[in-house]
């Protein structure tokens, strides 16, 4: 078993937290229960929460609660959690996750023991225990087009998946091309050496933009099956469905035209407004609730109309 040195054994997990309810307050305890022998610090960081989640957290003095005053989305709130940062390490967790007692060790001495590693991400079950899909591919045109006309759902072995992994079975490790970030560990050198988040993510797609910079500084992404933590999911977006529909739809093009160029982004657009909006409506409609999910979908293409209309 690797020992890491002294001098790398320090850790900040930087929490981004809007309207978690009771999850961020279980998240924390499950950090506090860790069988740790690192220095780790908990940096909250509070997207200007309505529900008072971050009110009456009872946390140690060593800890940081960053309230901001207005809702900078995920990536910025992100950059602002590094600023105050000063460890070796920086673990981005999301507030509706719990860590094992084993995690915090296990996953920084893997790193520590992969220099071309850059991005580590680990195991997510459900509450029941069933893994979750955490990895994704890189977007690319073909994929896009499995997911806007259903068949990746329908023969996932054969039509990819666009982006998130559905189709792999997430029981082996391996180098991936991204683990989202609802728990991504890096060193904070090389988070700074390429200046953090995008900020211009608000939300989704930060990720995969991140990972695929990291692999263009020359370090990969690894999923490790053998490191757990526990993921609710959903504990913020569920909430607000159609924005959720929005920024995903949106920060796929933003992320297009920085990474794929403007053609490509021009037919992703396209792929977007049409056969994925059809695919999208009519998986809604056979869902439960399903003129509600629909409801959802109109308003979601409606901003995301808008905002391109606006000069996206």
């Given amino acids: 078993m690797n020992t890491v040195p002294e001098s790398r054994k320090s850790l900040d997990v930087i929490i981004v937290n809007w309207n978690s309810g009771p999850f961020l307050e279980k998240c924390i305890r499950s950090l506090y229960s860790s069988a740790t022998s690192m220095d780790f610090r908990i940096i909250v960081v509070d997207n200007n929460s309505d529900d008072g989640s971050c009110d009456s957290l009872s946390v140690r003095d060593s800890d940081i609660i960053v309230k901001l005053e207005s809702n900078i989305g995920f ?100 180098y991936v091309d991204q683990v989202m970030g609802s728990f991504m ?26 990972a695929r910079r990291m692999l263009d500084y020359g370090k990969k992404s690894f999923y490790n099956n053998d490191i757990r933590i ?12 159609a924005e959720r529909l929005f920024y995903s739809l949106s920060s796929r093009i933003k992320y297009a035209d920085k990474h794929l160029g403007k053609s490509k982004k021009n037919m992703i657009i396209l792929i977007s407004l ?21 409801k959802d979908v109109l308003k979601g293409y409606r901003l995301f109309i808008k905002w391109l209309t606006a000069g996206s």
């Avoid at 526990?230 to 469905?241: C, D, F, L, Q, T």
């Fill in 75 to 174: 990536a910025g709130a992100c950059n602002e959690g590094a600023k105050r940062s000063s460890s070796y390490y920086l673990l981005f967790l999301n507030p509706d996750t719990e860590v094992g007692r084993t995690t915090l060790d296990d996953a920084v001495r893997y790193l520590d023991s992969e220099p071309l590693t850059g991005i580590l991400g680990v195991r997510q079950e459900s509450a029941g225990g069933h893994v979750m899909p955490s990895c994704s591919r890189f977007l690319t045109i073909r994929n896009l087009i499995n997911d806007a006309t259903g068949l990746s759902k329908i023969i996932p072995r054969l039509m990819k998946p666009s982006t998130v992994m559905t189709d792999w079975d997430h029981g082996y490790s391996s």
């Fill in 185 to 210: 560990l890096v060193r904070r050198d090389d988070f700074n050496t390429l200046g953090g988040f995008d900020e211009r993510f608000f939300v989704y797609f930060e990720d995969m933009d991140f």
């Fill in 230 to 241: 526990v993921h609710r999911g959903g504990a913020s977006s569920e909430k607000i469905m």
């Fill in 274 to 294: 049409f056969p994925e909006f059809i695919t999208r409506s009519i998986y809604a409609l056979f869902r439960v609730n399903g003129f509600r999910g629909f």
